[in-house]
């Protein structure tokens, strides 16, 4: 399913900005998107890196350090950009995070230059791929390792509880992360978000990745617009209701 025309209220509001949104009913396995371009991940690329240490711990046969789960804590509740840093060295940047997604069936995604992890680029659909490894059942990825996954991704700071949870019943639990960049030689801003709500009795994953914004506040009210209607129309195509 296209979700062109349920995203068109959002879309006519933004000129040039361009956008892209994925969302799946995990009961069903059915899909909607709208665009396939490639997107700067942000900081919604910190699941990623941490699903690569937990994949290498694995191969290792070890669990994460003390260090390492201060580390991946602080980098998915509170998006802490230094110890993202400091695992994005450990798993060996780009080609750790590369090689790992491979086996992990992200097929859209290339890791960012150097130490430069925030301009990794992305798909909202390969977005939506590396959270099927994390909610779903059948991954590389072990039960533990999911579950401690999704459950930092449950306990983000409360300032950061923002976008696709925009979609969800208020009183449903959510796991998400957001990512938001300003632009050096632009000076607008990238904001994207990615996550599992609940609505009306369903489970989604959804990932809404813009860019080109004036402000992050412009990019946040967008996200969660965007995030709204593509699961409001991808509900009622699942119900024959619309």
């Known amino acids: 399913m296209s979700l062109e025309t349920a995203l068109a209220p959002v879309t006519d509001l933004f000129g040039d900005n361009e956008m892209s949104v994925a969302v799946q009913d995990t009961a069903s396995g059915k899909w909607a998107a709208f665009g396939d371009d490639s997107f700067d991940t942000a ?8 699903a690569t240490l937990l994949l290498q711990a694995q191969d290792a046969g070890r669990t994460l350090t003390a260090q390492e789960r ?35 069936g992200l097929t859209e995604t290339q890791g960012g230059d150097g130490t430069v992890w925030g301009v990794t680029q992305t798909t909202a659909q390969d977005q939506v791929r590396l959270l099927q490894n994390v909610f779903g ?8 390792s999911r579950a401690y996954i ?22 449903s639990p959510t796991a998400l992360k957001n990512g938001w960049l300003q632009r050096s030689q632009t000076h607008t801003w990238d904001v994207n978000s990615i996550g599992r709500i609940e609505k009306d009795g369903r489970v989604y994953l959804l990932a809404v990745l813009l860019n080109g914004c004036s402000t992050e506040e ?23 209701s619309g």
């Not at 580390?71 to 750790?96: P, R, V």
């Not at 059942?137 to 533990?144: G, K």
């Open 137 to 144: 059942d059948t991954s590389p990825l072990s039960s533990a």
């Open 150 to 171: 999704r459950d930092l991704m449950s306990h983000v700071a409360v300032d950061q509880a923002w976008g696709v949870s925009a979609a969800a019943d208020g009183d």
């Open 43 to 50: 900081s919604i690329v910190k699941v990623d890196i941490l």
């Open 70 to 104: 201060v580390y991946a804590a602080k980098m998915i509740e509170n998006s802490d950009n230094d110890s993202t840093s400091a695992l994005w060295t450990e798993i060996g940047s780009a080609e750790g995070l590369d090689a790992a997604n491979r086996r992990l």
């Open 218 to 240: 412009v990019g946040i009210r967008l996200v969660e617009q965007a995030a709204v209607h593509a699961v409001a129309a991808f509900a009622d195509s699942l119900t024959g």
